[in-house]
């Protein structure tokens, strides 16, 4: 029973896994008179790999069946499903079609999916070496499972791909500038410690309710307006602990990392 124990966070990790190739598939797919349903597919897996990504680390903890094998499985999982897919959904969706008309849109294609990818694995090697060298309530940079839930978010919000060039090269800056997050040493909430007071876990438990709610309301707008909101909360808390401001205290480099991950 306690062998077993480890092979659930990687098998967790390889439902991920198995999320990222199939939104490719969905994303190769997407063709003829009604390609959006495919892109909708493909979107909604990235969501799903990234529910993937946050349980197996999770699952890792509270089974105590943590291993290097499982932290490295788990940095090629978000490699494939979080830089490669929705880099090709991205190119797919927003460059191919329009692209085969306007050599220049998608060369700009091209290289703002190249970007984000490159961005992803970079922000992953980074993660990888800071791991206890860093303020775990704080990512360093755009986590990588947030960047592709962006891309996925505004596909989910709109499936229909860009009618227009203005459009199109729009969703090309958004590539660039969440690969530029990404790599940023800019610092974002991470959600991943546990409440340490019943306080913070009633609080935690009554934002969870308060996010299925605004799901249900707002549907597929929820996605985009939830990590909109997330950059900008993490961009203005970079901005106030600039100017001085410690309402909620800033991160403190060189602590020690009590975080575990598989």
Not at 148 to 170: F, N
Request: proline share 5%; charged share 15%.
């Amino acid at each position: 029973m306690r062998r077993s124990m480890f092979v659930l966070p990687s098998s967790i990790t390889m439902a991920s896994i198995f999320c990222g190739f199939s939104s490719v598939v969905m994303s190769i797919n997407a063709a003829g008179a009604t390609p959006e349903r495919f892109f909708l597919w493909a979107a909604g897996l990235l969501v799903l790999a990234g529910v993937f990504d946050g349980l197996d680390g999770r699952v890792a903890r509270a089974t105590n069946t943590a291993t290097e094998f499982g932290v490295q499985l788990d940095s090629l999982a978000d490699v494939v499903s979080f830089g490669m897919a929705p880099a090709i959904l991205a190119y797919r969706y927003g460059f191919f079609q329009l692209g085969i008309h306007d050599s220049h849109l998608r060369a700009a294609g091209w290289a703002a999916c190249f970007v984000f990818t490159a961005c992803g694995a970079l922000r992953l090697a980074r993660f990888n070496v800071q791991v206890g060298a860093v303020d775990p309530r704080y990512f360093v940079g755009l986590p990588i499972p947030a960047g592709a839930a962006c891309v996925a978010s505004v596909i989910i919000w709109r499936p229909t791909p860009p009618a227009s060039t203005l459009h199109a090269y729009a969703f090309a800056a958004e590539l660039f500038l969440v690969g530029l997050l990404m790599v940023s040493t800019l610092r974002f909430p991470s959600f991943k410690k546990r409440a340490g007071s019943p306080r913070a876990a009633m609080l935690t438990s009554l934002t969870i309710v308060l996010m299925f709610a605004m799901l249900i309301l707002f549907q597929q707008r929820f996605f985009v307006g939830f990590f909109a909101a997330y950059i900008t909360l993490g961009l203005l808390l970079n901005l106030a602990w600039k100017a001085g401001w410690r309402g909620i205290e800033p991160p403190r480099d060189g602590a020690e990392n009590l975080e575990t991950v598989h």
